[in-house]
């Protein structure tokens, strides 16, 4: 062996898809439109692990805003399986963030 250390190989960065919502308040919006938001969350956790295409990670509220966030391999094949039940939201302006990469790649679909 060439080498003093056995270090590991090096990952591809962790890709994302992050859903931005507005809701109708200024901070947390809505009991119903949380639940929502909760229920989607569920769909799509169990609709990406069926896929096998990554993990959806949680949701953040406040501002007058709903961000759900997921992480895999791939962003475009993330978002394919999660975007019925993104677009199906009710709530606008709605847009998705991908990341297929490094943040500088990152781009936008309005939904």
């Known amino acids: 062996m060439d080498t003093l250390f ?8 962790e890709q994302a898809v ?10 947390y919006g809505s009991p119903a ?11 799509m956790t169990a609709t990406v692990e069926a896929a096998g295409v990554g993990e ?3 949701n953040e509220f406040g501002g007058g ?6 992480y895999g391999a791939d962003a475009e094949a993330l978002f394919k ?3 019925p039940t993104l677009r199906g939201l009710p ?6 963030v ?3 990469g490094s943040r500088q790649t990152e781009y936008r679909v309005d939904l």
């Open 98 to 100: 991908l990341r297929p």
């Open 81 to 83: 399986v999660m975007e």
């Open 65 to 70: 805003e709903a961000v759900l966030y997921a």
């Open 56 to 58: 959806v990670d949680g």
């Open 6 to 13: 056995d270090l590991p190989e090096p990952q591809a960065p």
């Open 91 to 96: 709530f606008r302006p709605a847009y998705v």
């Open 33 to 43: 439109e949380r639940a929502a938001i909760f229920d989607a969350e569920r769909a």
């Open 18 to 27: 992050i859903a931005h919502y507005r809701l109708s308040d200024d901070q």
